[in-house]
């Protein structure tokens, strides 16, 4: 099948992309002491080399104390960190590429590092990291306002630094996901309740104080999910009408396109259609969609962390999909992590030297 639809431009308000595929957010702590490196700015001025039309950092800290679990993970504030923010923007903008920073704060998810703890308490709307497991303590309505500053203020610095667009991680598991999961989210405020719109507050209100801090022109991102890392099962919302409910909040607060995270992007969200989850979210809300999972490769990513390999698999199913537009943009992660030429192999035809994805790529910034 022709791969052309992958290759028409998109434009939402100031973001003109040259075609349709974006890079995925991939977590890759390489930024000793929270601050991005020359060898990080390089690794994403080669993927706008490749020709990838919009590029999604990996996840980096706002300025909470415990907003990342990972002292080698990027963060979002402080001087020296915007100023290596600031080469990669720059990088990246010299080979062609166009770029969003992915604001971060992981919540109650334990370090990974064995001699390194957060210098602060870790945030979570009812201290509890899945359901029933306690962890912490509830974030107080002073946190929470704080912790929709550092959003806003972080917004403010993407914006300021030359970034075209910003990304909210709202999906897997972390903070603002625990408080859309009544698992984790068992407040009796505003900021809880049984229903999902109601524990969307938080996440509504970070997207209001964004949208006042970085202007109507500049593009919002929020990324979502309904699995968690926690638990693979979870759905948010059963029913089209339950996302509909949850999501358009979001919307009406100022998301320009919603980035739906799924392991598999082939797979139908609810019985009775085929779209998946991003098909779905742009039929109930109407604003763009980026659809992701397993893009390219036989296997999907969890796997992958177990140390599974994967090999190149048919684009024909995405295209398809993209060219009815049920979705609007298609996001790559490990096929782009493996390979930065990817999708200049898949322009032209080369598909004999596509390569197959290794769990080593996971231990260099390529």
């Given amino acids: 099948m022709s791969s052309d639809v992958l290759?028409?431009?998109?434009?939402?308000?100031?973001?003109?992309?040259?075609?349709?595929?974006?890079?995925?957010?991939?977590?890759?702590?390489?930024?000793?002491g929270g601050i991005p490196t020359e060898d990080v700015a390089r690794y994403y001025r080669r993927r706008a080399e490749g020709a990838v039309g919009f590029i999604i950092s990996e996840g980096t800290g706002v300025d909470r104390p415990a907003s990342l679990n990972d002292p080698?993970?990027?963060?979002?504030?402080?001087?020296?960190?915007?100023?290596?923010?600031?080469?990669?923007?720059?990088?990246?903008?010299?080979?062609?590429?166009?770029?969003a920073p992915q604001l971060w704060h992981v919540g109650a998810v334990r370090t990974r590092a064995k001699d390194w703890s957060p210098p602060g308490a870790y945030d979570s709307p009812s201290g509890l990291s899945r359901p029933e497991k306690k962890f912490g303590e509830p974030m107080s309505e002073e946190d929470i306002a704080d912790a929709i500053r550092a959003f806003a203020d972080a917004a403010l610095a993407a914006k300021r630094l030359g970034f075209d667009a910003v990304e909210l991680h709202g999906a897997h598991g972390y903070l603002i996901d625990q408080f859309f999961w009544e698992g984790t989210n068992r407040r009796e405020d505003t900021y809880g309740g049984k229903d999902l719109p109601g524990r969307a507050r938080f996440a509504a209100?970070?997207?209001?104080?964004?949208?006042?801090?970085?202007?109507?022109?500049?593009?919002?991102?929020?990324?979502?999910?309904?699995?968690?890392?926690?638990?693979?099962e979870v759905?948010?919302?059963d029913t089209p009408r339950a996302l509909e409910a949850w999501l358009k909040p979001l919307v009406d607060a100022g998301v320009d396109i919603l980035h739906c995270s799924q392991r598999r992007f082939w797979e139908p969200e609810f019985d009775?259609?085929?779209?998946?989850?991003?098909?779905?979210?742009?039929?109930v809300t109407g604003v763009p969609t980026i659809s992701v999972g397993s893009v390219g490769l036989s296997g999907e990513f969890i796997a992958a962390y177990g140390g599974e390999s994967s090999r190149p698999a048919s684009l024909d199913?995405?295209?398809r999909r993209l060219g009815r537009e049920e979705f609007d943009l298609v996001a790559v992660g490990r096929a782009l992590l493996q390979d930065p030429q990817w999708l200049l192999k898949v322009r032209d035809g080369r598909t004999e030297e596509l390569m197959a994805f290794e769990r080593t790529a996971f231990a260099a910034l390529s």
């Avoid at 993970?73 to 903008?93: M, Q, T, Y």
């Fill in 317 to 319: 199913e995405l295209i």
């Fill in 72 to 99: 080698n993970v990027p963060r979002f504030h402080g001087e020296k960190e915007l100023a290596g923010w600031r080469r990669v923007v720059d990088g990246v903008h010299a080979a062609g590429g166009l770029m």
């Fill in 272 to 283: 009775g259609s085929d779209l998946n989850f991003a098909g779905w979210a742009k039929k």
């Fill in 205 to 232: 209100e970070i997207v209001h104080a964004v949208r006042k801090s970085v202007g109507t022109d500049f593009p919002i991102l929020l990324r979502i999910s309904q699995w968690k890392q926690q638990d693979f």
């Fill in 235 to 237: 759905k948010l919302a």
């Fill in 7 to 32: 290759f028409r431009p998109f434009k939402i308000k100031g973001l003109n992309l040259p075609n349709r595929v974006v890079m995925a957010p991939m977590t890759r702590s390489f930024s000793p």
